[in-house]
């Protein structure tokens, strides 16, 4: 299986920030990535998908990039929305396997 | 306005079963392949089982194999995910998403405790 290690686990920032989140895989899973938000008590939500493409109606301070077998999901200017659980997924093989999760708080 | 709608959980006891249902609405449900997505309390994300747009093809991940059975009927656009031999580790918030992988359009999703 395809293993995703997604760091940090937890996340303090203030608000303004810029924050990075990443994942690597433990294959080449080419672009096969998205990223999705999850808020408490809530359903995921998608926010980027193949790797750099901002989903619809997700703000444009959110990006996504790649650099080799490591993803990342930045955040421009955090706002108090964006408080959540971040996780990645890949998509590139059976079993999809998601990252273990970060939990952006405030700090 | 594209709705997925879950059902059919509850509490169960250790090896008994448990159907779940997704009522699909406000789009082609027969255009689409499913997934079945789950979340024990308090953990991560967990694919569970994808099924193709007619029902031909059906992935799943090793710790439910041989247990649970994806399954579709496209002409009441409804995803069914039957969950046999359960245990307590299939204890989790069960969620529908449209595509063969998760993407865009998830339900609220509905609660499996499998407990004695």
């Known amino acids: 299986d395809i293993q995703m290690t997604q760091s940090p686990s937890s996340l303090p920032a203030s608000l303004g920030d810029r924050v990075t989140i990443t994942c690597r895989a433990s294959?080449?899973?080419?672009?096969?990535l998205r990223w999705f938000q999850q808020k408490p008590g809530k359903s995921p939500r998608l926010m980027i998908y193949?790797?750099?493409n901002l989903a619809a109606g997700v703000p444009s301070r959110f990006s996504g990039s790649r650099s080799g077998s490591d993803y990342s999901l930045t955040i421009n200017s955090l706002e108090s929305e964006d408080m959540a659980i971040y996780y990645c997924?890949?998509?590139?093989?059976?079993?999809?396997?998601f990252g273990a999760g970060t939990k952006l708080e405030l700090k | 306005e594209v709705q997925l709608v879950e059902s059919g959980g509850g509490l169960v006891q250790p090896g008994r079963s448990m159907k779940l249902s997704c009522a699909a609405s406000g789009f082609t449900f027969s255009n689409y392949g499913m997934a079945w997505v789950r979340q024990a309390p308090t953990k991560g994300l967990e694919w569970v089982a994808t099924?193709?747009?007619?029902?031909?093809?059906?992935y799943y991940r090793d710790s439910v194999k041989g247990r649970f059975t994806i399954s579709r009927d496209n002409a009441k656009s409804t995803l069914y995910l039957q969950m046999n031999s359960l245990r307590s580790e299939d204890t989790a918030t069960y969620y529908c998403?449209?595509?063969?992988?998760?993407?865009?359009?998830w339900g609220q999703g509905v609660m499996v405790t499998v407990s004695s």
């Open positions: 998403t449209r595509g063969v992988y998760p993407g865009g359009y």
């Open positions: 193949g790797a750099t």
């Open positions: 294959q080449d899973i080419g672009n096969y």
């Open positions: 997924l890949q998509h590139n093989e059976y079993p999809y396997t």
């Open positions: 099924i193709s747009y007619d029902g031909s093809s059906t």
